[in-house]
């Protein structure tokens, strides 16, 4: 049960499109659809911002996309806003009744 | 409205119990799996426990197995988690999650969190 890998922190201008990479392997990312995206401030209630892969809750702005190639899932942030600021971790289901989630990574909109 | 209310956290002994608790309301209990995602100080979320719509399957993460046991009663719309043989490395912030569907996807909801301090 190793981390999903993410980058640690990952920076954009206003306006500016920033991806963040999750990587895992064929027992978790690479095997399931079962991928998500949180958005989180410490302290508060984590928010999905994607699930499924690439699949957006209502209410989510869809300058938020996220995409898998292989072991490999990635968050898309497009016209990036100081709003967006905060941290993102990426989950996987990892198979018999468990789940993983990344590291972390810290958006800084500059 | 979806609701999760965690209880139970608090300051223990390495080596003490604690048995955390959360309060769903909003929805119906028996329909959806259920998780524990805790985050420690500076560290990030990590995946804790898991139980699925009857309590049939359940899974834990590698450092908390044998130690902690996760259950529901989905007639009260409560879930817990009965932590035993507490180390420090426990302390965190201990978030109830529910899940998008009866099995193990995304969280779709989450509590606003208990603190578990481990101290000596």
């Known amino acids: 049960q190793s981390a999903l890998t993410q980058p640690r922190s990952v920076s954009g201008s206003p306006g500016q499109s920033v991806t963040i990479s999750c990587t895992g392997s064929s027992s978790d990312v690479g095997g399931y659809k079962y991928v998500s995206w949180y958005q989180y401030h410490p302290g508060k209630a984590p928010k999905v911002i994607i699930y499924d892969v690439s699949k957006r809750p209502s209410g989510v702005p869809d300058r938020f996309s996220g995409s898998k190639s292989g072991n490999t899932a990635s968050l898309t942030i497009s016209g990036l806003q100081a709003e967006d600021e905060a941290d993102y971790y990426c989950c996987s289901y990892t198979g018999t009744y468990t789940m993983v989630f990344g590291g972390g990574t810290k958006v800084t909109v500059l | 409205e979806v609701q999760l209310v965690e209880s139970g956290g608090g300051v223990v002994r390495p080596g003490g119990s604690l048995r955390l608790s959360c309060a769903a309301s909003?929805?119906?209990?028996?329909?959806?799996?259920m998780s524990w995602v805790r985050q420690a100080p500076g560290k990030g979320l990590e995946w804790v426990s898991g139980?699925?719509?009857?309590?049939?399957?359940?899974g834990y993460t590698d450092s908390v197995k044998g130690r902690f046991t996760i259950s529901r009663d989905n007639a009260k719309k409560s879930l817990y988690l009965q932590m035993n043989s507490l180390r420090t490395e426990d302390t965190a912030l201990y978030f109830c999650?529910?899940?998008?569907?009866?099995?193990?996807?995304?969280?779709?909801?989450w509590g606003q969190g208990t603190l578990v301090t481990v101290s000596s």
């Open positions: 139980i699925n719509w009857n309590g049939g399957r359940t």
């Open positions: 999650a529910r899940h998008r569907s009866s099995g193990y996807d995304s969280f779709a909801y």
């Open positions: 909003g929805f119906t209990s028996d329909d959806y799996a």
